[in-house]
């Protein structure tokens, strides 16, 4: 990634103080770990995360109730052991534990009906870098699975994903979402969300 990423920059068109990095699911994952590993993106979007592999290893897909441990030992993470046989490669791929050494502000998208990696690994992520304070929200739209299905949450997120790189590529300011937060009891569509028209912020 990083060697890729380098190339393009060293072809002149572009801003390597201005990268930005954007993942879901297993390249959610990716996105988070690789914010531990450099400082090459001044922003990233993560979604639907599996932040830390020893307490998703113990639990269940949701939607067809697997057990994940065959997730972590044979298949996408190809560990190739048990966490009792070997829990350091576990720790080793889990961004939770180099949360401390993110430095990229980060958006993270986990919704709570989630039926393939449990909503409580993106819950995980960011009380540990709000505990670290670092910059960083999450965004969880109700009763949606792995990424929005509905049309308003998709607009919704696709919004609000913008403007958080907008405010750290571009420059633009930041939105009111963003400084102040919406609490989870005041949660509804376009709530906080500013729209950027052609006439500016509405």
């Given at each position: ?38 400082n090459m993106f ?33 298949a996408q993470s ?108 005041e949660k509804g ?14």
């Amino acid at each position: 990634m990083i060697p890729g990423v380098s190339h393009l920059i060293s072809q002149g068109f572009v801003d390597k103080d201005r990268v930005g990095i954007q993942g879901h699911s297993w390249s959610g994952y990716q996105t988070a770990y690789i914010l531990t590993r450099t400082n090459m993106f001044k922003a990233a979007e993560a979604g639907a995360i599996v932040a830390n592999m020893t307490s998703a290893y113990g639990g269940i897909r949701w939607e067809s109730g697997r057990a994940r441990m065959f997730q972590y030992e044979k298949a996408q993470s190809r560990l190739g052991v048990s966490l009792w046989d070997n829990p350091l490669p576990y720790i080793e791929n889990s961004p939770l534990f180099f949360a401390n050494k993110i430095e990229t502000p980060i958006l993270l998208l986990h919704n709570d009906a989630d039926g393939a990696v449990p909503w409580y690994q993106g819950i995980e992520m960011y009380l540990a870098m709000r505990r670290l304070d670092k910059p960083t929200w999450m965004l969880n739209y109700n009763g949606e699975p792995h990424w929005p299905v509905k049309r308003e949450n998709r607009i919704d997120f696709q919004t609000r994903m913008m403007q958080f790189f907008d405010h750290y590529l571009k420059d633009a300011p930041m939105p009111r979402w963003m400084e102040r937060g919406v609490p989870a009891i005041e949660k509804g569509i376009y709530q906080g969300l500013e729209l950027v028209g052609e006439d500016g912020v509405q």
